[in-house]
């Protein structure tokens, strides 16, 4: 643990995961673990036990076994005394509490969709857009298909729970916010949570799926008839708008933007309960926010998918950590947007500038921009500072 400290304190200035993460109320034996466990998933981008141990051992300079590691990993992990999610939503909550918006609209973007570790694991999972990707806020891990328990992540009880839990967490610390729920096909059919949302008094896009159907006036002359929302008339590479369109037998009131573009073949049929002309736009953002996070969980960042976990439990703490890695990369990648002349003496930019346009663009994301500087510092022979405050500039 000296060797550790000594070894952090040389690539980190003043402050370390071990002084942020003891003002959280926890067992002092997990707060002591944490920093090194967290350290050592970045270093060795894999959420694998052996690789991670590999780190460890690397950092301990071999005073300690690796199967020790191994072991240590494992006990932490499964640890039914542990309960690293609820560390994971107090980082949420404070980091949320320093947050401030660049913009003056007050709007939250929120995605949340499902994603699958193999067939052991489902997670339900709801991302904040920061710039054009997103963090993790809220999730919930279920047990997979082969359990028969699959079906729990898609009901609507958990759903709401993590809506509301959303809600509330921005409306404590932003009272005046715009929250616009963003989410896929899946639930482009679900009235029930759309009436859900719109009684939270926030704003939904959804992408229905094309057999929905509308009760809708085709002609001035005759009467409504129902109608598949595929065959509403269509611009072919523009948008339609509609306002007041009655889904389903029950004849749920909502807008409709029909959008097509010549770059894809499939239109955007989009559901919402707002202004239409602005569904196309919004709905936009969840690529880059959800999809975004999962990727980098994933192939972009931690290799998810090679998890061999069983347990329900520990799968969830594994999780947890993951997502406190997510959040802190994102948040160094911002801190190097917001300071960006602070890095320059490194030789460390993540923008470009376009001869021709003269115009900034930027060239790595924010999430990916905090892994490689956090890299570079646990190879740099010299001590750089980077901040371990966890603090998220919407920039």
């Not at 034996?29 to 060795?44: E, G, H, R, V």
């Not at 008839?225 to 009655?246: G, M, N, Q, R």
């Not at 960042?301 to 997502?323: P, V």
């Not at 346009?357 to 905090?370: D, K």
Request: hydrophobic share 40%.
């Amino acid at each position: 643990l000296i060797f550790f400290t000594t070894f952090w304190s040389h690539i980190i200035d003043n402050y370390t995961f071990y002084d942020f993460f003891k003002n959280f109320s926890s067992s002092k034996t997990l707060l002591n673990f944490m920093p090194q466990f967290l350290y050592s998933i970045i270093d060795a981008e894999s959420i694998t036990y052996s690789k991670i141990a590999l780190s460890l051992f690397s950092s301990f300079n071999g005073n300690i076994k690796l199967d020790s590691h191994t072991k240590r990993i494992y006990r932490f992990l499964h640890n039914p005394h542990y309960n690293i999610h609820s560390i994971f939503d107090s980082v949420i909550y404070d980091v949320l509490s320093r947050f401030k918006l660049a913009h003056d609209d007050n709007n939250f973007h929120i995605s949340f969709d499902h994603m699958f570790d193999k067939t052991n694991f489902t997670v339900f999972m709801l991302t904040l857009r920061i710039g054009k990707q997103g963090i993790p806020i809220y999730f919930e891990v279920f047990n997979g298909s082969n359990n028969g328990y699959h079906g729990d992540a898609f009901k609507m009880l958990n759903i709401k729970k993590g809506i509301l839990y959303c809600h509330n967490l921005i409306k404590n610390f932003f009272p005046s916010a715009n929250i616009i729920f963003l989410a896929d096909r899946w639930f482009g059919n679900i009235f029930p949570l759309m009436k859900y949302i719109n009684s939270l008094g926030d704003t939904f896009v959804f992408r229905c799926k094309q057999n929905l159907k509308v009760f809708y006036q085709k002609y001035p002359e005759k009467h409504k008839i129902w109608l598949p929302i595929i065959k509403l008339p269509h611009l072919v590479h523009a948008s339609k708008l509609y306002t007041d369109l009655e889904f389903t037998r029950n004849k749920y009131v909502y807008n409709l933007a029909y959008c097509k573009s010549k770059d894809h073949k499939e239109a955007w049929l989009l559901i919402t309960n707002g202004d239409p002309k602005l569904a196309k736009a919004r709905y936009g953002y969840r690529f880059g926010s959800i999809e975004f996070v999962f990727k980098s969980q994933k192939t972009n960042g931690f290799y998810l998918e090679e998890s061999s976990i069983k347990s329900l439990h520990a799968f969830r703490n594994l999780y947890s950590m993951l997502c406190i890695i997510q959040l802190y990369l994102t948040c160094l990648g911002t801190d190097i947007s917001k300071n960006s002349k602070s890095y320059k003496n490194i030789g460390f930019t993540i923008t470009r500038r376009n001869k021709k346009t003269n115009n900034i663009y930027r060239v790595i994301s924010r999430f990916r921009a905090g892994l490689t500087l956090f890299k570079m510092a646990i190879n740099c022979p010299r001590r750089f500072r980077l901040p371990i405050t966890f603090t998220l500039y919407d920039s």
